[in-house]
């Protein structure tokens, strides 16, 4: 079975600091990795996603996730933020196609 | 990357009423879609998954005659919650899978139902 754990729930910073959101999971297979983000009362969007090949992978917003298999992690990072980054972030996992498993979501806060 | 659109955003209805939302793949054919639940501050809780043509699988300890899921064609699934309760007041989300796009999940808008 796979699993996912966002070991920050809330984690508030000021704007233009950089920032790191910490996701691990746990899988005995090789696994899909997407990082999703949701405003209040919206859908999910996708930030980034790793599927294969280089294990740095940037957004097109600065955001970037490095796929680290020898640690099960996946944090995303950047080195600003906005007050618009202001928003919920989650951590998926998938095996097959589609059936995503989610972390429990990190809630972003950038205080002017 | 490929549109789902889910409908309606929002809908309140009375206690023993049943709701419909729908969601549907734009630009696509979505051979697998799935049905999520999210309670306010929560992660998103799989319910279901949906097969084109297929009777739905339900995770466990969601119920299947109070959340019937209906997925007739390649563009189409529907979410009925039947004889809505107040506890079944939450945000549903929908994703879509399929053909070479089948290595991503597609999310739809999410619909808040507000059960009185």
């Known amino acids: 079975a796979q699993s996912v754990t966002q070991l920050d729930s809330q984690v508030p910073v000021f704007e233009e600091a950089p920032v790191e959101l910490r996701c691990n999971y746990s899988?005995?297979?090789?696994?899909?990795l997407f990082w999703y983000v949701q405003y209040p009362n919206q859908g999910l969007q996708l930030l980034l996603k790793?599927?294969?090949?280089?294990?740095l992978v940037e957004s097109i917003n600065g955001f970037e996730a490095e796929f680290n298999k020898s640690q099960t992690s996946f944090h995303l990072r950047k080195p600003s933020v906005h007050i618009s980054d202001t928003a919920e972030y989650f951590c998926?996992?998938?095996?097959?196609?589609?059936?995503?498993?989610f972390g429990q979501g990190t809630e972003l806060s950038v205080k002017p | 990357g490929a549109v789902v659109s889910q409908h309606p955003s929002w809908v309140i209805c009375k206690s023993g009423t049943s709701v419909k939302i729908e969601c549907r793949s734009l630009?696509?054919?979505?051979?697998?879609m799935f049905w999520y639940r999210q309670f306010p501050k929560k992660s998103l809780m799989l319910m279901a998954t949906?097969?084109?043509?297929?009777?739905?699988?339900?995770e466990q300890g969601v119920e299947k005659d109070k959340f019937l899921i209906n997925h007739a064609s390649l563009t189409l699934s529907t979410l009925t919650v039947t004889s809505a309760h107040p506890e079944d007041s939450s945000f549903y989300i929908c994703?879509?899978?399929?053909?070479?796009?089948?290595?991503?999940?597609?999310f739809g808008q999410g619909t808040r139902l507000t059960v009185v």
């Open positions: 630009d696509f054919q979505a051979t697998t």
């Open positions: 790793y599927l294969s090949g280089s294990t």
């Open positions: 949906s097969n084109e043509g297929s009777k739905a699988t339900y």
């Open positions: 899988s005995s297979v090789s696994v899909y």
């Open positions: 994703s879509a899978t399929g053909g070479r796009l089948n290595t991503e999940a597609f």
């Open positions: 998926a996992v998938t095996q097959q196609g589609g059936k995503l498993i």
